[in-house]
């Protein structure tokens, strides 16, 4: 947000005085912090970035890029959901097991029906695409998650969740997550300071054209982190949602608040209760039967569930995942209003065994929803992708200026290799802002500090990491500015 992202022992006329009769330390502090959490997780937050853009771009270009399996030509009639199911079960093994169906939504789309079979990845399902009017398949594609990504959408959603490295590669996107959050606060703090202390606020606001080097460099990155830092922050809190150790964290907190989802029980004679997972967009899946499923069922209970809660096309079927349990039909529409209503109906009885109202979840669970689907540029449609699309680059845009500023004030004539940071950029803000903080600063300092590293693990690792660094670094100054005074005659 500031000159800060590149580090400066300089005082600039930009930056505001400080007061008289007292140190400062909190601003110099989160300097600091913003140089090193800028400079050394900047390439995990590019990359998280781009990728991050691209896949805001997947739900348009998965209706051009798989028009022929979504869209089927508009008709007046329709075959039933049994015949299609009949249809699609012909063009599958008999090894792959059905594990829902997805009617077509509108009028010119195609019913997807769901399988699992032996070859397929977690999450996966191979889906036939079917035109409810004639029959015709028109597609057989593998689709991942609750949300049925197809190919497309899978590979940049694994390429931006792991680098397609697995789970090892998932701490990437952990990284750049927590820290975005951070460098975005401490960014916004500094920035309203320097609002706060200009004469003219035009000046910290919008970007100076007229100035040229690191100057303009400077405006364009407080101009844009202006605009970027609230949409940094929502992507960075939900972000952690989905991260292996923080997201852990996470869950537990919202158990111990009782902010979690309600689950739909489809326990019929002592099963046990299935568990919905509202982060399953980017990771989860369908359970399926254990045996033959009558396909004319999938009109029954469809027709049950309509006349309970379920009043939108967008929905998916499924059939019961083991004995004792019951049929499950879940509404799908994730844009605005929201319809996640679901009810479980008993095959045998043909009686609604339990429901969920989307109406009827807590605030919290809600919300989690709402910023779950609005982080995947589901909940507003286009606008939704359209606006993640711009702040991803704008956020990519913040990694790029900050680092070109480090270049611009990087040492020309005595390169100082461990002191300037290998002396291919500028050096951190001066050090030893701690040395004048008082006691209850300290303390803050710390129980943040603790806080937030406990509760994000790799937060608090790499905290430990720029510590380390900045010693090394210290010392390594230290010791050359000795040899400097010694040598002097």
């Known amino acids: 947000m500031t000159d800060t992202i590149t580090g400066s022992d300089v005082p600039t006329a930009a930056d505001p005085a400080p007061p008289r009769g007292r140190t400062p330390w909190f601003g110099p502090l989160l300097r600091r ?23 805001a771009l997947t739900p348009a270009l998965e209706q051009v890029v798989y028009d022929q399996e979504l869209h089927a030509p508009v008709a007046d009639t329709a075959l039933s959901l049994g015949d299609q199911v009949e249809i699609a ?7 792959a097991v059905l594990t829902a169906v997805r009617p077509a939504p509108e009028p010119g789309d195609t019913t997807r029906v769901m399988f699992g079979e032996d070859g397929l990845g977690p999450s996966e399902s191979r889906a036939i695409f079917v035109d409810p009017a004639t029959g015709e398949v028109r597609g057989d594609l593998t689709v991942y998650g609750s949300s049925g ?10 390429l931006h969740r792991s680098l397609h490295l697995g789970d090892p590669g998932r701490i990437y996107s952990e990284l750049a997550a927590s820290w975005l ?12 300071g320097r609002l706060r202390a200009s004469r003219r606020a035009a000046g910290v606001v919008r970007p100076k054209r007229r100035q040229t080097g690191y100057r303009r460099l400077l405006s364009w990155h407080t101009a844009v982190g202006a605009v970027v830092v609230l949409g940094a922050l929502f992507l960075s809190v939900t ?42 967009g980017h990771g989860g899946g369908a359970s399926g039967a254990d045996g033959a499923v009558d396909p004319a069922m999938f009109d029954a209970v469809l027709a049950v569930a309509q006349g309970i809660n379920v009043n939108t096309n967008e929905v998916e079927i499924k059939p019961p995942a083991e004995a004792g349990t019951a049929w499950t039909v879940q509404e799908n529409k994730s844009d605005v209003p929201t319809e996640a209503d679901s009810v479980a109906v008993d095959g045998a009885t043909m009686q609604v065994v339990h429901r969920t109202d989307f109406v009827s979840f807590p605030l919290p669970a809600k919300l ?23 702040l991803a680059l704008g956020i990519g845009s913040m990694v790029v200026l900050g680092y070109l500023m480090w270049w611009r004030r990087r040492p020309t004539r005595e ?18 802002v701690l040395q004048g903080t008082p006691w209850w600063g300290l303390a803050a300092v ?44």
Do not use: C, K
């Open 415 to 432: 390169p100082r290799w461990l002191g300037g940071l290998g002396g291919l950029g500028g050096a951190a803000p001066r050090r030893g």
């Open 239 to 280: 972000g952690i949602t989905w991260s292996q150790y923080g997201g852990a964290n996470v869950g537990e907190l919202r158990s111990a608040l009782g902010w979690t989802t309600p689950a739909l029980d489809t326990r019929v004679a002592g099963g046990a209760p299935a568990e919905t997972d509202e982060h399953a």
């Open 89 to 95: 079960q012909g063009q599958v093994g008999a090894d």
């Open 181 to 192: 959050g951070i460098v975005a606060v401490a960014g916004l703090i500094l920035w309203i």
């Open 149 to 158: 990504a197809l190919p497309l959408r899978t590979w940049i959603s694994n």
């Open 368 to 390: 989690t929803t709402w910023g779950i689907d609005l982080h995947m540029g589901l909940l507003l449609g286009t606008v939704n992708q359209v606006l993640l699309f711009v």
């Open 33 to 55: 912090l913003h140089f090193y959490a800028g400079l050394l997780v900047g390439p995990f937050i590019l990359v998280a970035a781009t990728s991050g853009a691209l896949y």
């Open 446 to 489: 710390a129980a943040v500090a603790i806080t937030v590293g406990t509760f994000l693990p790799l937060v608090g690792y790499t905290l430990v990491a720029f510590v380390l660094v900045d010693v090394v670094v210290g010392l390594v100054q230290a010791r050359r500015a000795g040899e400097r005074v010694s040598a002097t005659p």
